[in-house]
């Protein structure tokens, strides 16, 4: 399935956006779903994870401010993002992702996140 990311944009230090990630096809419940991140420069990184039993995990750097969730009527998953650092501007994808850890889908475009200060 093809992956889409929307919801990103400018916003300043302190505030929140939410991301939204629609896949072109029916998503097994028996996936995990994982937000990515690449900053400027950087390698795309792990930060958000939501098993399929339910279980989240989070990088160091966004626990306690991002929350991951997930509708498997709808095909959606969501990244809650609050108190924003500037160090969160990234480009931000999302993906399923076998208990092996393979990654199923394609990649989106992604969705940019400027966070000013």
């Known amino acids: 399935v093809q992956m889409v990311e929307s919801g990103g944009g400018l916003v300043q230090a302190g505030g929140s956006l939410r991301l939204s990630c629609d896949a072109s096809?029916?998503?097994?419940?028996?996936?995990?779903m994982v937000w990515y991140r690449q900053l400027p420069g950087k390698q795309r990184e792990h930060i958000a994870m939501?098993?399929?039993?339910?279980?989240?995990a989070y990088a160091n750097s966004v626990k306690g401010r991002f929350t991951i969730s997930r509708d498997n009527v709808k095909d959606t998953v969501w990244l809650q993002m609050n108190l924003l650092k500037t160090q969160d501007t990234a480009v931000y994808y999302c993906?399923?992702?076998?208990?092996?850890?393979?990654?199923?889908?394609?990649w989106g475009q992604g969705t940019q996140v400027t966070v000013s200060s």
């Open positions: 096809g029916p998503i097994s419940s028996a996936v995990d």
């Open positions: 993906n399923a992702q076998s208990d092996a850890g393979v990654t199923l889908g394609y």
């Open positions: 939501l098993t399929n039993d339910g279980t989240t």
